[in-house]
């Protein structure tokens, strides 16, 4: 499975920006795509999760209310709209595809059950 994230650029405070991320290659064993930040100096954070059977979602609460995953399956296709962007949400953005099926979509906000890694999409802030 390959990952191609897009959409980073330079925004406001308050702004909006949409990041997508698509799937290529052997994507039939998908359960569920998260998208991950990580800023200079700090640890690999998680920001919001998808299954990709039934939708249903789970946010990390620094971006809840403000942040929404969205997935298109025809298009295999992962999107994360931020809006009310802080000074703090900027960092390079990572999506991630996880193969394995788990009861709960906590479990998606662990970096250790993503097996695909896409490549970083710069998402910078100003104040």
């Known amino acids: 499975v390959q990952l191609q994230a897009s959409g980073g650029g330079l925004v406001q405070a308050g702004g909006s920006l949409r990041l997508s991320c698509a799937a290529s290659?052997?994507?039939?064993?998908?359960?569920?795509m998260g998208w991950f930040r990580q800023a200079p100096g700090k640890e690999r954070e998680f920001v919001a999760a998808?299954?990709?059977?039934?939708?249903?979602?789970y946010y990390a609460n620094s971006v809840k209310g403000r942040f929404t995953i969205s997935r298109d399956n025809a298009k295999n296709t992962v999107y994360l709209q931020m809006n009310s962007l802080k000074p703090e949400d900027a960092a390079a953005y990572y999506c991630?595809?996880?193969?394995?099926?788990?009861?709960?979509?906590?479990?998606?906000?662990?970096?250790?059950?993503?097996?695909?890694w896409g490549q970083g999409t710069q998402v910078t802030v100003s104040s």
């Open positions: 991630a595809a996880s193969g394995t099926v788990y009861s709960g979509t906590y479990y998606y906000t662990q970096r250790r059950v993503y097996d695909y």
């Open positions: 998808i299954r990709w059977s039934g939708g249903s979602t």
């Open positions: 290659g052997r994507t039939f064993g998908t359960a569920a």
